[in-house]
């Protein structure tokens, strides 16, 4: 019968009335807080931690109560292991029916608990966003999860014991599928991406794990797959790609994905000694359509341009959009030379030129625009991208600066040109910061040759240069924005020039013609400009004249014509310069407050040798009489050029006959007959 008892793995306890130990079994003594001996006859509250004490004095006392059988579970610690038992308590009732003590059978259920816990963690990692899907050993489908249901929009019914080629998307080839099950076998896993079909056709990218599970012995007993759909995220990145390497509004190619294509070439060229070209396309009446249609004709305009020059083109070709209106083709790996190549380039410039003028059609308006085009030929690789970047835009620069040729090879002088004009503006920055700037004077005459007044003229003495003639850096100064604040320094010494002559009496007749630009003239700040002038220098405006080229009324002339209003109502005086020379209406010029033409050197030179210019200067004489004005007559240069004048009465002049430009102390001293 011991050895019976002995066999039984349960612990058993008997307690009597009390709760005293009087009976315990325990298979090993390890199973045990304290050992039997010392145990029996104690309290379990001496025995048991205080926990439990709590526990299963209640359980105790129901047992005694009611006489029935109660169960519980409780943790226990034996030495350092956590333990869970299954207790089944008993009540011990004599013959009499008196309750005599309990009996309780403990369980050690440690292992079914953990067991149960493994499973809780196993059920719920089954039910996660990665969809599951389960195989045996020989592919058939034994299990899937819910996500797998929502991804692929099978359920669990539909797939069990399928394979899973069932989810084939016909995009991978055969090869493939070999390399990961080979993979699988080798490894033990595989990972990667993979199209596959959802239950109604739809294609989609997975990411996908592939895992074999052996069993102890080492048998292949399944397989299970865990699988991500990353369709957004593909979409997403798809989505960052376009915008990253694509122009938004055309679909065309970005300047980084050009720069990167050109990278590619210029190794290609490296590589196989082939020639590339490059074109930058620039649509000249852009801005106007914008202006005057509004944005979004402009922006049909750019797609239209662009389809088309994209039709025309190979796919071997790129086209990018690079800027607002600028585009740009390479043209990559011709095997044929530099002349070839040259001319592949131009056939094709041509071609884009044909295609950019025909009509487009925008909303109700059909209009026509032109392009300019400019091409570097990409033979060498001692270039990089920028270079030949740079190169392309002197050639387009050049291209829309000649009024014939609308499509311009890079050549290396037109750099060194481009690099003086650069070079020229910086220094010109630089004279305005240092002052380099002087005015000279040229004398004008009346028929006696008295002089009564002098035209001012700008000179700048270049630090290594000497001095550097306007008709060079004007058009610069003009270009850069800077001729407002060299505009206004002319001015102002003029002024304060003629107010220092006003205080001395034989030169305060004297009159100052000083010339102004278009832009200056246009510009919006130029009527405070000119009135700040005139409030600091206090000149006498009625011997100031604004000299203004016939230019100035190409454009927004009744604007030009107010200001103009405007300062003469000061006293300041207008010339009409370079007059003949330009196309402004006669019928127009009438309407200006004008006090003086001025016949262009030009005609005045050729006046003996040329009768058609004789004729203009006659003419002009007429005009200025018939309108009331003034005429003066710039660039005489010698006695009969001026008898002529005089015979046609014209009796003013200007002209190196009469005195070069000056200082001012020269010609005071030639007024003063010193
Ligand atoms: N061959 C010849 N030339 C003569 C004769 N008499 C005068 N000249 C030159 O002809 C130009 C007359 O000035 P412009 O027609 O207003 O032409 C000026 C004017 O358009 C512009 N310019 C000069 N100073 C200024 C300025 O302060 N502001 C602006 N906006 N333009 C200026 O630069 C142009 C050239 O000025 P410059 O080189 O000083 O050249 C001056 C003068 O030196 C002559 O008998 N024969």
Redesign the pocket.
Known sequence: MDALVHSIQDLIFVFDVEGRFSYIHAAAPEQLLIDRHEALGKHYAQVLPGPLVAAFTAVFERVQQFHQVERFEYPLTLGTQPHHFHATVSPLINSNGQFEGVLSVNRNITEAKRAEVELQIAAAAFQTHLGILITDARGSILKVNDTFTRITGYSEAEVVGQKPRIFSSGRHNAALYRRLWKHVIKTGNWEGEIWNQRKDGELFPEWLTVSAVYSVEGTLTHYVATMSDISERKAAEQEIHQLAFYDTLTGLANRRLFMDRMGAALKELQRHQRCGALLIIDIDNFKQVNDTLGHYAGDQLLQSVARRMGKMLRDTDTLARLGSDEFAVLIEGIDSGVAQTTQLAERIAHKLLTTISEPIQLAEESIVVSGSIGITVMASNEYSEDDYLQQVDMALFQAKNSSRHRVCFFDPSMQATLLAHVKLEADLRQAQVDQQWQ??Y?PQVNHCGAITGV?????WQHPERGMV???EF?PLLENSGL?ND??EW?LEEACNQLARWAQRPQLNELTIS????PL?FRDEGFLNRVEGVFTRTQAPLCRLKL?V?ESLFVEARDEAREKMLALKAQGVRFSL??FGTGYSSLAYLAHLPLDQL?I??AFV?QVLESKANAAIVESTIALAESLNLEVIA????NEAQQAWLLAHDCNAF????FG??ATANAIEQLVLGD
């Open positions: 005015l000279y040229q035209e001012a003229l700008l000179r003639s306007p008709g004007i001729i060299v505009g002319v000083v010339n102004i630009s200056q000299e080229t310069d370079d001025k262009d050197q030179q710039e660039g005489v240069e200007q002209g190196y006959l070069r430009p």
